[in-house]
């Protein structure tokens, strides 16, 4: 899921670098509240690999 914080990104093309730009439209959410929830999002990433990590020695 994606939401709109008033940036894009732009992957890089050919011999063009990506960038990251200011969007025209006014931001559903502050840019602030985007990258809270996507370092908690991270963080729920780490603990399921963790709290599975267990099941990898198991056979």
């Known amino acids: 899921m994606s939401v709109y914080c008033g940036k894009i990104f732009i992957p890089k093309y050919k011999d063009e670098p990506s960038q990251l730009v200011e969007g025209q439209h006014e931001p559903l959410i502050s840019e602030k ?25 198991c056979h």
């Open 33 to 57: 509240l985007f990258h809270e929830v996507q370092q908690a999002m991270d963080g729920r990433k780490q603990s399921r690999v963790q709290k599975y990590q267990h099941l990898k020695n």
